[in-house]
């Protein structure tokens, strides 16, 4: 059975940062691309970063370019995403997901998830 497990969210003021864990159990996270999204309250989930199985690292949207970084640790079967500069716009809940596709920032392509976990940034 295949599993997602974020861990790392919580309350940061504005400027601050926080990283997440996304722990993998049941398969192989370097065989799959592995997805980060994001969901505010009342709006869509979006897409955020993107690591394919070949390692090719992506973010979506300028605003995120620069400030979040999102890497893979084979040993652990764990992606991170290392958020910088954080804003309140980044608060919501963070979600890491699963494919056997190429990177894409469209969740309807990745049938396996974790539970999310909530970053709140405010002062």
């Known amino acids: 059975q295949k599993q997602l497990v974020e861990s790392g969210g919580g309350l940061v003021q504005p400027g601050g940062s926080l990283r997440l864990s996304c722990a993998a159990s049941?398969?192989?996270?370097?065989?799959?691309?592995i997805g980060w999204f994001r969901q505010a309250p009342g709006k869509e989930r979006e897409g955020v970063s993107c690591i394919s199985s070949s390692g090719y690292t992506t973010t979506y949207g300028d605003s995120l370019k620069g400030r979040f970084t999102m890497s893979r640790d084979n040993a652990e079967n764990t992606v991170y995403l290392q958020m910088n500069s954080l804003k309140p716009e980044d608060t919501g809940v963070y979600y890491c997901?699963?494919?056997?596709?190429?990177?894409?920032?469209?969740?309807?392509?990745?049938?396996?998830w974790g539970q999310g976990t909530q970053v709140t940034v405010s002062s």
């Open positions: 997901a699963a494919a056997r596709n190429y990177c894409s920032g469209y969740h309807a392509l990745y049938p396996y």
């Open positions: 049941g398969f192989t996270l370097e065989d799959y691309t």
